[in-house]
T-cell receptor, first 114, second 121 residues
Framework: AQSVSQHNHHVILSEAASLELGCNYS??????LFWYVQYPGQHLQLLLK??????LVKGIKGFEAEFIKSKFSFNLRKPSVQWSDTAEYFCAVNPYNQGGKLIFGQGTELSVKP | DARVTQTPRHKVTEMGQEVTMRCQPILGHNTVFWYRQTMMQGLELLAY????????DSGMPKDRFSAEMPDATLATLKIQPSEPRDSAVYFC???????????????????FGEGSRLTVL
């Protein structure tokens, strides 16, 4: 079945630690890729997106993600996390020609200790 | 600042009652999505529309849920009758058309509303 998998359900880090959240998808064709963030009690907001071109994309707040087509992966990274990065992070895939439908992974909850 | 607007923000109701949630997408966006978020299931796609036409509602329990888009500025999600297992946060999201107004492509980039938190007792 077509799906989006996020490797970690809950990640706990100390401030200034480096972050990498894994995301793999199982769609075989062309896809657009996204990471969304949901701060506690808030709605989802776009962190970054990949449509084409340079597979290393930079988003807001120092986040970046790398698309590795051969591995069907789109991992999110940040060199040094802050307490304010505490949130839930969702990887999402838009399979080409599916009307803009966005399929989400199950989410990774990030807790950053001050 | 353009945003997706959802009402109500919070709703507490009793089992068996009808619940209607409303969404005003961002002006000019041509896709509207309804997602449900729970701790157990995460984000589930319930239904979505493009140019007001329903494209997929396979994620919705058909016997009690219905989604409509009476005009370009309003999408509704109705539950009748509601059950305790429907308790969740319901998000509406809208998406822009990729390219110019004559294209039908959508990139999947979505803008989410703040959600309607439903509690069914």
């Amino acid at each position: 079945a077509q799906s989006v998998s996020q490797h970690n359900h809950h990640v706990i880090l100390s401030e200034a630690a480096s972050l990498e959240l894994g995301c793999n998808y199982s769609y075989g064709g062309t896809v657009n890729l996204f990471w969304y963030v949901q701060y506690p009690g808030q709605h989802l907001q776009l962190l970054l997106k990949y449509f084409s071109g340079d597979p290393l994309v930079k988003g807001i707040k120092g986040f970046e993600a790398e698309f590795i087509k051969s591995k069907f992966s789109f991992n999110l990274r940040k060199p040094s996390v802050q307490w304010s990065d505490t949130a839930e992070y969702f990887c999402a895939v838009n399979p080409y020609n599916q009307g803009g439908k966005l399929i989400f992974g199950q989410g990774t909850e990030l807790s950053v200790k001050p | 600042d353009a945003r997706v607007t959802q009402t109500p923000r919070h709703k507490v109701t009793e089992m068996g009652q009808e619940v209607t949630m409303r969404c005003q997408p961002i002006l000019g966006h041509n896709t509207v999505f309804w997602y449900r978020q729970t701790m157990m299931q995460g984000l589930e796609l319930l239904a979505y529309f493009r140019n007001r036409a329903p494209l997929d509602d396979s994620g919705m329990p058909k016997d009690r849920f219905s989604a409509e888009m009476p005009d370009a500025t309003l999408a509704t999600l109705k539950i009748q009758p509601s059950e305790p297992r429907d308790s969740a946060v319901y998000f509406c999201a809208s998406g822009p058309r990729a390219g110019g107004p004559t294209t039908f492509a959508n990139t999947g980039e979505l803008f989410f509303g703040e959600g309607s938190r439903l509690t069914v007792l």
